[in-house]
Antibody, heavy 125, light 106 residues
Framework: EVQLVESGGGLVQPGGSLRLSCAAS????????MSWVRQAPGQGLEWVSS????????NYADSVKGRFTISRDNSKKTLYLQMNSLGAEDTAIYYC??????????????????WGQGTMVTVSS | DIQMTQSPSSLSASVGDRVTITCRAS??????LAWYQQKPGKVPKLLIY???TLQSGVPSRFSGSGSGTDFTLTISSLQPEDVATYYC????????FGQGTRLEIK
């Protein structure tokens, strides 16, 4: 089955750190760019970060640049998001998403055709 | 950074109505535009990519159009299961989503 499963969310104090994981199955993980998208409670979607299939190209939203790091282990078919210096504004559901549209592979500038169920991150003292 | 602005922010329509949602980019993005549907408590779902290409499995009552800065998502005949929030997304260079349009049944 083609799916993405996030883990690693939880309650963390302001200034703390957390690492999220996204385990992929059912497709050739290394062929696809991946992204993290977050959604604060009752709010819209916010793109956080993207990684090319090899991990050699990464991009970040200004709101997380310098604090978050995206990485991937293609041998484990897993995407990561290391989050440091967390603040209340980072409280959200974090989704991982696969880049893809139509029959394209290795497409960085693509829509997101597969999403995980999300993992909740709460930053509070 | 290019901003994506959706209108309206919310709308209410009757079953069978034709519904149109607009998304405007602050600069031209050619056709690097996708539309997503997010039902309450659910994960976003890709409806349309490349501004007008219907994702596999999506009902044909959904359609997209536009290029450059102005885009539309149209539902030709609104169904009860279409109640959701709809987001546009640009995916050239820096990615960004619109603020969302909440669609309800009247």
């Amino acid at each position: 089955e083609v799916q993405l499963v996030e883990s690693g969310g939880g309650l963390v104090q302001p200034g703390g750190s957390l690492r999220l994981s996204c385990a992929a199955s059912g497709f050739t993980f290394s062929n696809y760019a991946m992204s993290w998208v977050r959604q604060a409670p009752g709010q819209g979607l916010e793109w956080v970060s993207s990684s090319s299939g090899s991990g050699g190209t990464t991009n970040y939203a200004d709101s997380v640049k310098g604090r978050f790091t995206i990485s991937r282990d293609n041998s484990k078919k897993t995407l990561y998001l290391q989050m440091n210096s967390l603040g209340a504004e980072d409280t959200a559901i974090y989704y991982c998403a696969k880049h893809g549209q139509g029959t394209s592979t290795s497409c960085y500038q693509c829509a997101f055709d597969l999403w995980g169920q999300g993992t909740m991150v709460t930053v509070s003292s | 950074d290019i901003q994506m602005t959706q209108s309206p922010s919310s709308l209410s329509a009757s079953v069978g109505d034709r519904v149109t949602i607009t998304c405007r980019a602050s600069q031209g993005i050619t056709n690097y535009l996708a539309w997503y549907q997010q039902k309450p408590g659910k994960v976003p779902k890709l409806l349309i990519y490349a501004a007008s290409t219907l994702q596999s499995g999506v009902p044909s009552r959904f359609s997209g159009s536009g290029s450059g800065t102005d885009f539309t998502l149209t539902i030709s005949s609104l169904q009860p299961e279409d109640v959701a929030t709809y987001y546009c997304q640009k995916y050239n260079s820096a990615l960004a989503f619109g603020q969302g349009t909440r669609l309800e049944i009247k």
